[in-house]
C-alpha cells in the first residue's frame, strides 16, 4: 500500500517551507502556555466520561467534507445600465476582508477565493471559498450573479451578503427586497432584515450540514434524516463511511439499533474508506448491545488489539 | 511512530484526568503549529488552538479507534480554523475598512511587504483552498510520508498527488506575485 506512494512526489524542501516549518514550530513551552485556558474543558472531559459499553455516544464526524460543491445563483436586477465592457480578474483574498469597488456603484467586500468575469452591464462573480458582501445602487448595473456552491439563488435588491458555513448559504438582505430561490426549495421573498439558508446539495455538503447540527445540539432525527439525504446522493471512499457512520451512530442513539446494523453491515460490505476501523466497532458494539455477536466474528478478528476485549463482551452474552 | 496515539489511550477514555492533561500537552504544541501553519497570520493561533481542545475534549468519546485520534484532531483543526475565519470576515465587514480601487493595479500587498518573510509565508499559504493548504503543510512543511497524508486527510492517492501539485503551483503563483520568488525562477 506505501511503495509507490513512499517513493514520489519529492517533498519541496525549498527555503520557503523550510522557513515556514521552523517560524511555527511550537513546543512544551506553548502547551505549558496554553493548558491554563483549557482546565475547565478537562475537568468537563474527566467528569462526563463513561464506560464504553454504556456511553452515551455523540456523533463522531472525523474527516471534514465540509466542503461542498452544488451551485448557487444570486441575480440582482437593477435598472440603467452603462455600456457593457469585459470583466475579468480574479479576487483572492485571506485574512482580513477586503473591500473593492467592482464598478461604480457595485461595492464588494471580499474574503476568500473567486473570480470576476462576464461584463460591466451583467458581473458575473464565481465564488470558490469564504465570505462575500455585495452592495449594488439601483441603476449601476442590468443584472449581477454570484455563482458559488449552494443551489440555486436569485436575488433582486440592493444589499445583501452570503455566507458559506456547514449549514449551508446563508443570505442576509441589508436593504430592499429580495427573491431568493434555492434548489430543491420554493422561490420566497424576503425584505430588509431577512434572511434564509439554502441547503447543501451534495452528499459532502450535507455531511457538513450533519456536522453543524450535531454542533449545534439539534434533534438526532434531524441529523440522521439530514445523513440520509447525503447517503441517497451516492457518495463514495472516504465520505460514503463518513456518512456511514455518522448514521449508524445516530440510529444507535435513536434505539433503532437493527436499522443501524443494516446501515453499518452495507457499508463494510461496500468499498473501502477512511473509517473501515470505526465501523467494525461499531458493528461489534451494535451486535454486543442486540445480544447476538454471530456475525461479527471476522470483524472482531480484523480489529487485531482492540479484538480481544470485545471478545470477552461476546462470550459474556453468549454468542460466539 | 508514538505522535499518533495519544499515550494511555483508555486511561483517557475512563476520564482520567492526569491522563486527559497528558495528552494535551502532547498535543498541544502539534495543533498549535497546525493552526499557525494552516491560519495564517490573521488568525489567534493560540485562540483557536484552544478551541480546538475545548471541542476535542468535548467529542473525545467518539474516537474509537486510538489509532484515528490524529486524523480527527486534525479535522477538528480545520473545521475550527474554519470559523475563525469566518468570524474575522464578519468583524471586517461590520466596521468597514479602506477601499481598493479594482481600477487600480492589482497590488493588495501594501501591507504585506511590512511584514517578515515567514509571515508574508503564511499569508500566501492562507490564500490557498483549505484542501490545498492542508496538504501542503502536511507533506511540505511538516514533512510527512504520502500514506500518512492520505490517511490524515482520507483522500485517495489521485486526489492527493494531484491537490500537491496543485498546491505548490499556486503557492508559488502567488508568492511570486508578491515578490517572495523572482519572476525568473519560475
Known sequence: MTTELDQSPMHDRSPMMDLLQSSTVAGPDDAERLLPGLDEAIATAAASAQPPSGRHRRFAWGL??????????????????????????????????????????VNLRVEGSGSVGGTTRHPVLSWDQGALGVEVTPGAVEGLAVHTAEGAVHITGTAFSVTRDALGTHVDVHRGSVDVACTDQPAQALTEGDGTTCLPTTAGGLLGRAHALEDQDADTGL???????AAARGPSGALAHEICLGRGLGLRKLKRIGEAQVVVAACLDG???????????????????????????????????LGPPLRARCDAIGSP | MSMRMPERWDAVQRGDRA???????????????????????????????????????RRLHTVRAPEAFERWLFSVTRRVLSQ???????????????????????????DFTRMTQATQIQEVVATLPEDLAAVLVLYDVEGRTMPEVVDMLGVSEGTLRTRLRSARAQFRKVATKRGLIPEESK
Open chain 2, 19 to 57: 491522563a486527559i492533561e497528558t495528552m494535551c500537552r502532547t498535543w498541544l504544541p502539534v495543533v498549535l503549529q497546525w493552526t499557525r501553519r494552516l491560519g495564517g497570520p490573521r488568525v489567534d493561533a493560540d485562540s483557536a488552538t484552544q478551541e480546538v481542545f475545548i471541542v476535542a475534549l
Open chain 1, 271 to 305: 468499498q473501502a474508506g477512511g473509517r473501515q476501523q470505526d465501523l467494525m466497532l461499531l458493528a461489534v458494539e451494535l451486535a454486543i448491545q442486540a445480544e447476538d455477536c454471530g456475525a461479527v466474528g471476522d470483524h472482531i478478528e480484523a480489529l487485531g488489539a
Open chain 1, 64 to 105: 471534514g467534507a465540509v466542503a461542498a460543491a452544488a451551485v448557487v445563483a444570486f441575480v440582482l436586477l437593477p435598472h440603467g445600465p452603462p455600456p457593457a465592457q469585459p470583466l475579468e480578474r480574479d479576487l483572492v483574498q485571506s485574512g482580513s476582508g477586503r473591500d473593492i469597488v467592482l464598478l461604480e456603484g
Open chain 1, 223 to 229: 441529523v440522521v434524516q439530514t445523513l440520509e439525504h
Open chain 2, 84 to 110: 475563525h475565519r469566518r468570524a474575522v470576515w464578519g468583524r471586517r465587514w461590520e466596521s468597514d475598512q479602506q477601499v481598493d480601487d479594482m481600477s487600480g493595479p492589482a497590488n493588495p500587498e501594501a
